[in-house]
């Protein structure tokens, strides 16, 4: 049976930092194209990790909360509050049919390629656009991946919006929140994300900008996109 899983409460007791001291002696030769970063999910009806018969099945995780794609942490439907460490640009990617066995036919589609139009018959496009960013967790204190796509493309560009109208300063300064929220469409109901500004009035405090900042630093060092992982609904 799957370990059940620590809801969001428990605090990650080491969280990730690449911004941190030397890494472990013996580990110098593991660099970030090694590590699978954590990536912050949310269950739909039709995720693998809320169904009881598949090997991704995660213990006690609902549809509609967010988890820990790594830890299998369950942060519940939120509102979580977090920092925009990093916001990578936009990204697409073609995909194989399920039915053809998946995995992916290119990596590196343009975003003015056809591929990512629907055809004249409305058939959906080819290809994924993709927004990656990484946030920090204030509630659990950790780094976490976020990618949104298809139809998580307009709550990405509700939080670049509210990104951008901060104005002045530094990506993460701002504080923000990630609520799952239900949504339909003629395919049927799905869970969303929906971004606010977070209730705390003012930025960042500037001892832990001075942490994002590092952080932010180090991120930026890393020469490889981040890791394709599995498209949300």
């Not at 609902?62 to 820990?68: C, E, R």
């Not at 939120?78 to 936009?90: D, E, H, K, N, Q």
């Not at 995909?95 to 004249?120: K, M, S, T």
């Not at 946030?135 to 939080?159: C, G, Q, T």
Request: glycine share 8%.
């Amino acid at each position: 049976m799957p370990t059940k899983a620590r809801k969001a409460e428990i605090t990650t007791t080491s969280p990730t930092s690449l911004a941190s001291t030397r890494p472990p002696r013996g580990t110098e030769h593991i660099t970030s194209e090694d590590v699978m970063m954590p990536r912050l999910g949310l269950a739909q009806a039709i995720s693998p990790v809320v169904n009881k018969q598949d090997s991704e099945y995660i213990e006690g995780l609902d549809v509609g909360d967010f988890y820990n794609t790594v830890s299998s942490t369950i942060y519940g439907p939120g509102p979580l509050t977090m920092s925009v460490i990093v916001a990578r640009p936009p990204r697409a990617v073609e995909f194989a049919a399920l039915a053809d066995g998946g995995g992916i036919i290119d990596a590196h589609v343009p975003l003015h390629d056809p591929r990512l139009q629907f055809g004249e018959d409305g058939s959906p496009p080819q290809a994924t656009k993709f927004y990656d960013y990484v946030l920090w967790l204030h509630d659990s204190d950790e780094l976490i991946a976020m990618s949104l796509a298809r139809s998580a493309i307009k709550a990405a560009k509700s939080l670049n919006g509210l990104i951008r109208m901060r104005g002045g300063g530094a990506i993460f300064d701002g504080r923000y929140t990630v609520t799952s929220v239900q949504k339909s469409s003629s395919q049927g109901s799905y869970q969303s994300w929906r971004f606010r500004n977070s209730e705390i009035v003012g930025n960042v405090p500037e001892a832990q900008v001075q942490k994002f900042a590092a952080l932010f630093a180090a991120l930026q060092l890393e020469a490889s996109a981040p890791p394709v992982v599995d498209v949300p609904f």
